[in-house]
Nanobody, 124 residues
Framework: QLVESGGGSVQAGGSLTLSCVAS????????MAWFRQTPGKDREFVAT????????LYAHSVKGRFTIFRDNAANAMYLRMTNLKPEDKAVYYC???????????????????WGQGTQVTVSS
């Protein structure tokens, strides 16, 4: 089970840090990722991190503004979001793949565990 927290409402240019805590399963041996979704649109890849935290991959739209990191001892993953823009408004989901062999997965079909989502709202 994955549980996100840390969402909220901020003004453009502001920052938020999202958290994702895992329970019931050890996720320290698999990559993890963040996705986001707005009404009427498909879930969109945001960032992914390897099991060790040594490798990361970002969507072009967030690169340089968002940072994904993890704490395997705490079975947790985070997304530090800075310089937020109104177009970053979405429900953010953390996800984990079943296959430990995927280094930096970013396609939604590769993920079998999803959190319930946390809302991020950015006002201009």
């Amino acid at each position: 089970q994955l549980v996100e927290s840390g969402g909220g409402s901020v003004q453009a240019g502001g920052s938020l840090t999202l958290s994702c805590v895992a329970s019931g399963r050890t996720f320290s041996s698999v990559a993890m990722a963040w996705f986001r979704q707005t009404p009427g649109k498909d879930r969109e890849f945001v960032a992914t991190i390897s099991w060790s935290g040594g490798a990361t991959l970002y969507a072009h739209s967030v690169k340089g503004r968002f940072t994904i990191f993890r704490d395997n001892a705490a079975n947790a993953m985070y997304l530090r979001m800075t310089n937020l823009k109104p177009e970053d408004k979405a429900v953010y989901y953390c996800a984990a793949p079943l296959d430990p062999g995927l280094l930096l997965p970013f396609l939604t079909p590769d993920f079998d565990s999803w959190g319930q989502g946390t809302q991020v709202t950015v006002s201009s």
